[in-house]
């Protein structure tokens, strides 16, 4: 398995370099805040791909492309938040089934390792959501430097990196794992949230009691009786 693929480097050779730098920078905070932006990097996401796919769609259709591709790219953003536990469901199932098929390439009963690996996938949102981030950021990143460094100092970063796949594939994992360790260090616990939360309502002052009602007025008819005092 190649992490950093030297076809996709040599297909994106005719990136400029402020391109470049904008997706490092990306790939460096996706990979530092993953979770603590989490929402953020799956409704910006999922938006985007659906977007680009309304544009397929609606190039390969004849409809009116621009049109498909901003409907379809707001309905999913607005439904990307409920549709974040599904793609952690089918993310996690295409994870196990590509490291089984990796490790053991004769392995059978493959439906069973996607469902397996779609429930971890739930039941560990978190820590898998933080191994997405920090792996999509480490990957968009060494790609995007490797062309940055190939255009200042003018080597060929893409048989360099066929050359040292194996170094390359270790610096990835490692990455990989000092981005989990940060992000966890770096996320807001949820039980200090709540406790900060208690705290501030405890210290909000008490509602003042309300006024005493105002006395009714006096009736005009009991004022003229006889016999009757004036309220």
């Known amino acids: 398995m190649t992490l950093i ?20 920078v990306l790939g460096f905070a996706l990979w530092l805040f993953g979770w603590r932006w989490h929402r953020f990097w799956i ?15 609606g190039r390969t259709s004849g409809t009116h492309v621009m049109a498909v591709g901003i409907l379809l790219a707001v309905a999913a953003g ?11 469901f089918i993310a996690g199932g295409c994870g196990a089934w590509l490291a089984v098929q990796w490790v ?14 779609g429930l971890f996938g739930l039941l560990l949102y978190r820590l898998w959501t933080m ?23 003018g080597f060929d970063a893409v048989e360099w ?6 170094a390359l594939n270790g610096v990835v994992v490692g990455l ?5 360790l940060l992000q966890a260090a770096s996320a807001p616990e949820e039980a200090e949230q709540e406790k900060k939360e208690e705290a501030k309502q405890e210290e909000e002052p008490a509602p003042a009691p309300a006024p005493p009602p105002a006395p009714k007025p006096t009736p005009w008819w009991k004022k003229v009786l006889p016999g009757r005092k004036a309220a």
């Open 161 to 166: 990196a066929a050359a040292h796949t194996a």
């Open 131 to 153: 191994l997405l981030t920090s792996l999509i950021g480490v990957v968009f990143g060494l790609h995007a430097g490797l062309l940055l460094a190939e255009q200042a100092f």
């Open 78 to 88: 607005l439904l990307a938040l409920e549709l974040a536990k599904l793609f952690a």
């Open 5 to 24: 693929a030297p076809d996709v480097l040599a297909e994106a050779r005719g990136l400029t370099g402020a391109m470049s730098g904008t997706i490092c």
């Open 176 to 180: 990989v794992v000092l981005g989990i």
């Open 43 to 57: 409704v910006s996401g999922i938006t985007l791909a659906a977007g680009l796919i309304g544009l397929n769609a």
């Open 104 to 117: 053991l390439p004769q392995a059978q009963e493959l439906w069973a390792v996607f469902l397996c690996g």
